[in-house]
């Protein structure tokens, strides 16, 4: 067999359908046997965060309040016509009915499928988490420098 | 060798290619996949990619319509 191909995703946004779009092609690669790894920064961070919904988790007030207000999974918007949040269960609706998979079958399969989930030291740290706040399957928190690393050879993405 | 039956032809990108891997990832050498899908996107990409990954394809059929069965022996 060929040597492996990469790709190494920057999820920077946490809007609902960038990480679909980012998901979408973490999981596709993965199953074309890419070696596929996602580095979750910022906003992107609410896509794994253990708890799904809202909470004020984190050390310090402002950190509480802004994880609070950045929610989690189940909180993530729509990039345009969000409509307060109801776009995107209307959208998983219509995914479901059209036999499209969703966030979360999305997701599961990048797992299934061992995609390298990371998440950005630094803006950990912002926000006053830990790693024990996202899901399991992220493998490591890391710096820029380690992620250049892990990217090398591969191409990268920033969504 | 024991065969085992997927049908994707509800499914669409990426999970067409995803079911078909995760599987074969289930099944041991020289088992038989038939996988049941629809022409367009799938049967360009199914075949392809299982190939590329060591798999082998030994027949591809029309069953119905736009309906086809790849029949894939894994490697």
Redesign the interface.
Same mark, same amino acid.
């Given at each position: 067999?060929?040597e492996k191909k990469k790709i190494s995703i920057v999820l920077f946004s946490g809007d609902f359908d960038k990480a679909i779009a980012a998901f979408?092609i973490a999981?596709?690669a993965? %199953?074309?046997?890419y070696d596929v790894n996602i580095f979750f920064t910022f906003w992107g961070l609410n896509v794994i965060k253990k708890i799904k919904h809202r909470n004020a988790t984190g050390k310090g007030l402002l950190a509480r309040v802004f994880n609070y207000l950045m929610g989690g999974f189940k909180n993530l918007p729509l990039s345009r016509l969000n409509f307060a949040g109801l776009s995107p269960k209307l959208m998983t609706n219509l995914m479901r009915k059209?036999?499209?998979?969703t966030l979360e079958?999305?997701i599961n %399969?990048a797992i299934?499928?061992n995609v390298n989930l990371y998440a950005c030291e630094m803006s950990i740290n912002i926000l006053g988490l830990e790693k024990d706040d996202f899901i399991p399957e992220v493998r490591e928190i890391l710096g820029v420098a380690k992620f250049l690393n892990l990217s090398e050879g591969g191409e990268i993405l920033f969504i | 060798m024991k065969t085992f039956k997927l049908d994707i032809t509800k499914e669409h990108c990426p999970m067409t290619f995803v079911k078909t891997k995760l599987e074969l990832e289930k099944l041991s050498k020289g088992d038989i996949l038939e996988v049941v899908l629809k022409e367009g996107e799938p049967l360009e990409n199914v075949p392809k990619t299982v190939t590329e990954q060591g798999n082998k394809v030994l027949e591809i059929k029309n069953i119905q319509d736009d309906i086809f069965l790849v029949i894939i022996e894994k490697g």
């Amino acid at each position: 067999m060929v040597e492996k191909k990469k790709i190494s995703i920057v999820l920077f946004s946490g809007d609902f359908d960038k990480a679909i779009a980012a998901f979408t092609i973490a999981s596709g690669a993965a %199953a074309v046997n890419y070696d596929v790894n996602i580095f979750f920064t910022f906003w992107g961070l609410n896509v794994i965060k253990k708890i799904k919904h809202r909470n004020a988790t984190g050390k310090g007030l402002l950190a509480r309040v802004f994880n609070y207000l950045m929610g989690g999974f189940k909180n993530l918007p729509l990039s345009r016509l969000n409509f307060a949040g109801l776009s995107p269960k209307l959208m998983t609706n219509l995914m479901r009915k059209r036999n499209v998979a969703t966030l979360e079958e999305l997701i599961n %399969a990048a797992i299934q499928l061992n995609v390298n989930l990371y998440a950005c030291e630094m803006s950990i740290n912002i926000l006053g988490l830990e790693k024990d706040d996202f899901i399991p399957e992220v493998r490591e928190i890391l710096g820029v420098a380690k992620f250049l690393n892990l990217s090398e050879g591969g191409e990268i993405l920033f969504i | 060798m024991k065969t085992f039956k997927l049908d994707i032809t509800k499914e669409h990108c990426p999970m067409t290619f995803v079911k078909t891997k995760l599987e074969l990832e289930k099944l041991s050498k020289g088992d038989i996949l038939e996988v049941v899908l629809k022409e367009g996107e799938p049967l360009e990409n199914v075949p392809k990619t299982v190939t590329e990954q060591g798999n082998k394809v030994l027949e591809i059929k029309n069953i119905q319509d736009d309906i086809f069965l790849v029949i894939i022996e894994k490697g």
